[in-house]
């Protein structure tokens, strides 16, 4: 302690540290840390009281008293770790090398990893998005909320950054994010002791119909699939189980079951191909058999290579169980939720490694002329654009707009909606003007001259109440675009990631439910798919309940482009389209409003 997280004075006492150890050819993990330990070596450099035991699982943390409570309770567990790492300040060994350096380590199967704040995000991504397609990564990230972050930021002096940032570059690197250390552990220990998991059809074993029914939900909820069992399996199950039994999935062996009865589920569900994953749940009965019936789930684990978790439910009556399924590599749970939970994670891992990078071109885009135009801005001292200008630069991305002209005065303003066609709708055009709706500088609906000509000169009128000093550029004629739903994009500059961009529903949808999902520039074709997908209101695009399917695949061409201004341009610090009128299928998208803010 008592480096930058301390203050001025300890931020300048950390970076003599460092070149102190620069001018020796020396690295630092911390300052600010409880130390390191590799359980291979024998080596405890920490402050930790104790040695853990030998493991497959590394745990890399930015705080040293959470690793302090993790050894100690994993004593208790019997969880092993191969490394495990304070991470402190990071002066000068970051979060991304350490990751490297356990991924290269042989006997690291699954990498944790606690983190407050990132030292260089970009570097972040650019490392470990080629660490997570060997081995699985799981993070923990504190300082979600406005408290959080304040409070990250005094324990290690991280630049927090946005906690949707932190999810958009997680899920752009692949590192599994959880929300609750219970659930990074449970994770952690599917990783550790199972072969990795081939596809989401879930079975379920059980001697209990009210655990099976928890199971069943939970595989659902967590979007698996119950494993439809062959014919033949459910045959075979129904000749050797008693009559009672269940023998669909869930197969239940009943209350009364032995081993005998698991080893018959078992040996059939486990040979099905229809089955990527298993379940087993036992909950002690008069004559249960747990141990032995722990021993009947290593034999076919072993036997069928497929991925298996258990939920052996209770205390003292499955304890020995437990600790035998545990030195067999069965990861245990005490209730079937957290077990589903981790063959989910599990699941999402093997999509992860299939997913192959897809193409982020897009064509038609005018880099020159949209250069031209910041250039301008630039020049005249203004870092908010116009709309009227936003959307030049947008339309020179290859964002088709509506057709508009902008009128200096009432009469041009009435030429310009006779050639447009009306309705019409008319906006002040003013750096000074980003709300334009408050200023009263919107009129929609317009259907002829006089009105036309009314519009514009009350449109005048309100804004110079509104703000006398504007500057008022002129009001904008447009047509009057109709689609079958409003969409936002938007992005964001972040401190650590750069430009997250953001997509959702327009309305009430972003505004109330906060129905957004957010990704990282550069975004590709299958980023964008995925993010427009996330959404929960997705179903309003895809011709739910008769409604028009939308022209997905024009939105996803707009996220592209949005993505490719943002990489061309560095200095935009915000922006967004809202709202882009989405079409019916084939028909497109058309941008209406535009801003964009410059740094």
């Known amino acids: 302690a008592g480096f930058k997280e301390s203050g001025d004075e300890g931020r300048k006492r950390e970076q003599e540290l460092v070149n102190v150890a620069k001018k020796y050819g020396c690295r630092i993990i911390g300052p600010n840390c409880l130390g390191i330990i590799d359980t291979y070596s024998d080596l405890n450099v920490s402050f930790a009281p104790v040695m853990p035991g030998k493991g497959s699982i590394a745990f890399i943390s930015q705080s040293g008293a959470l690793i302090s409570a993790v050894l100690d309770w994993s004593r208790k567990q019997k969880i092993g770790f191969s490394r495990i790492i304070s991470m402190g300040n990071m002066a000068d060994v970051s979060e991304s090398e350490l990751i490297e350096a356990c991924a290269e380590d042989e006997r690291t199967k699954v990498i944790l990893f606690y983190v407050e704040g990132v030292k260089d995000g970009k570097e972040f991504i650019n490392r470990v998005s080629k660490i997570t397609t060997k081995k699985p990564v799981i993070a923990i990230k504190a300082g979600l909320t406005g408290s959080g972050s304040k409070a990250a930021s005094s324990h290690t002096g ?41 596809g989401d059809r879930i079975a379920i074993i059980t001697n209990a119909g009210g655990p099976a029914v928890i199971a069943t939900d939970a595989v659902e909820k967590q979007g698996l699939k119950i494993a439809p069992l062959s014919e033949q399996t459910m045959k075979t199950l129904k000749e050797n189980l008693p009559p009672a039994a269940n023998t669909h999935n869930p197969v239940d062996v009943l209350g009364d079951a032995t081993e005998q009865g698991y080893k018959i589920a078992l040996d059939n569900v486990m040979k099905d191909n229809a089955v990527d994953g298993i379940v087993v749940i036992l909950t002690p009965q008069t004559i249960t058999r747990p141990l032995e019936t722990a021993h009947v789930v290593v034999e076919n684990a072993n036997r069928y290579k497929k991925t298996v978790v258990t939920s052996f439910m209770g205390g003292v009556s499955v304890e020995v169980a437990i600790d035998f399924l545990r030195q067999s590599r069965i990861p245990n749970y005490e209730f079937p939720e957290r077990a589903v939970r981790a063959l989910r994670g599990m699941v999402d891992y093997a999509k992860i490694v299939q997913r192959e990078k897809s193409q982020s071109t897009v064509q038609g885009i005018d880099r020159e002329k949209a250069t031209e135009i910041f250039e301008s801005v630039k020049k005249s001292g203004v870092k908010n654009l116009t709309d009227f200008q936003a959307r030049e630069i947008f339309e020179a991305y290859g964002v088709k707009g509506p057709k508009r002209y902008l009128a200096k005065d009432a009469m041009s303003a009435v030429e310009y909606a006779n050639k447009i066609g009306y309705p019409v709708v008319a906006k002040i055009v003013s750096p000074d003007i980003l709300h334009k709706t408050e200023s009263g500088g919107v009129r929609i609906n317009i259907m002829d001259a006089s009105e036309m000509e009314k519009a514009f000169n009350d449109i005048i009128t309100s804004v110079k109440n509104y703000l006398p000093s504007a500057r008022i550029e002129g009001i904008e004629i447009q047509e009057m675009v109709k689609g079958i739903q409003e969409i936002i994009i938007g992005v964001k500059k972040d401190v650590q990631f750069g430009h997250l961009i953001m997509f959702g529903l327009g309305g009430i949808f972003v505004e109330a439910l906060k129905d957004v999902t957010f990704g990282i520039v550069p975004v590709d074709r299958e980023e964008a798919s995925d993010m427009i997908k996330e959404i929960k209101s997705y179903k309003l695009l895809t011709g739910f309940r008769k409604l028009p399917e939308a022209d997905i695949p024009s939105i996803v061409d707009t996220i592209l482009r949005v993505s490719k201004l943002c990489e061309h341009f560095p200095e935009i610090k915000e922006l967004d389209i809202n709202p882009l009128i989405v079409k019916s299928k084939g028909n497109g998208v058309t941008m209406v409003d535009a801003r964009i803010i410059l740094e």
Not at 175 to 195: G, I, K, R, T, W
């Open 158 to 198: 991280s630049l927090a950054g946005m906690a949707e940032a932190y999810s958009a570059a997680f899920k752009k690197t692949g590192v599994l994010q959880v929300a609750h250390m219970e659930e990074l552990f449970d994770l952690s220990l599917a990783f550790a002791y199972q072969p990795p998991i081939k």
